[in-house]
């Protein structure tokens, strides 16, 4: 079963930079799409950035676009993003999520979040 700990959240200030970590264990991600999300209490989880299985491939929400960027590192089995510029409205709980679909089955894990507060 493969699991994700997410790291590297935490106070910082507007214009800040801060690198969320997501490490796998029990299994190798090369096989996984690989997504980061947040949530705001009271509000629906909304997708951040992912990265294809490949590492070529990569999409950025609007908001985010210019500022955070998204890579994987498969020998470490982790996954990065990279957040510039952070914006008040960055903060939230940011979950890093492990897809993989065969023709029998889907594969989907979450971690357990790490919050991210932006504030002056």
Request: charged letters at 15%; hydrophobic letters at 30%.
């Amino acid at each position: 079963q493969l699991q994700l700990v997410e790291s590297g959240g935490g106070l910082v200030q507007p214009g800040g930079s801060l690198r969320l970590s997501c490490v796998a264990s029990g299994y190798t991600l090369d096989y996984y799409n690989i997504g980061w999300f947040r949530q705001v209490s009271g509000k629906e989880r909304e997708g951040v950035s992912c990265i294809a299985s490949s590492g070529g491939s990569t999409n950025y929400a609007d908001s985010v676009k210019g500022r955070f960027t998204i890579s994987r590192d498969d020998a470490e089995n982790t996954v990065y993003l990279q957040m510039n510029s952070l914006k008040s409205e960055d903060t939230a709980v940011y979950y890093c999520n492990a897809l993989v679909v065969t023709i029998t089955q889907l594969y989907n894990y979450w971690g357990q979040g790490t919050q991210v507060s932006v504030s002056s």
